[in-house]
């Protein structure tokens, strides 16, 4: 019996999103845009498929991980970003409150 392989978590800048993969098969994203040294995220998904798995919890820990390394804060618009923020405090000191300015930056900043 094989074990299966640890899924993994990349940066997919040209798309704004951390992406989590398992065996090469695309399970889920988590998207963002980048506004004045935060990273905005406003969107967690995971394909149905995995459901259950706790992949969400991987990819999201994995991406903010990132952004710590990266210099970068971040601003949880996403629920899921926001309730995973309650439960692991140790990503605390780099996370900026949802404002109205920046729900109306994001708003325009998806348009385009």
């Not at 990349?10 to 963002?32: K, Q, S």
């Not at 140790?90 to 409150?97: G, L």
Request: hydrophobic letters at 45%; charged letters at 25%; one cysteine or more.
């Amino acid at each position: 019996m094989t074990q299966a392989a640890a899924p993994t978590v990349r940066n997919v800048d040209v798309r704004h999103r951390y992406e989590i993969l398992v065996e090469e098969t695309m399970a889920g994203f988590t998207a963002y845009r980048d506004r004045e040294g935060q990273r905005v995220f406003f969107h967690t998904e995971i394909d149905d498929a995995f459901a259950g798995q706790g992949l969400a919890s991987v990819l999201v820990r994995d991406a903010l991980s990132h952004v710590r390394a990266s210099g970068r804060r971040i601003v949880p618009v996403c629920p899921y970003v926001a309730k995973f923020l309650t439960k692991h405090g140790e990503f605390a000191d780099i996370a900026d409150p949802v404002t109205p300015e920046v729900l109306q930056w994001l708003e325009s900043a998806r348009a385009r």
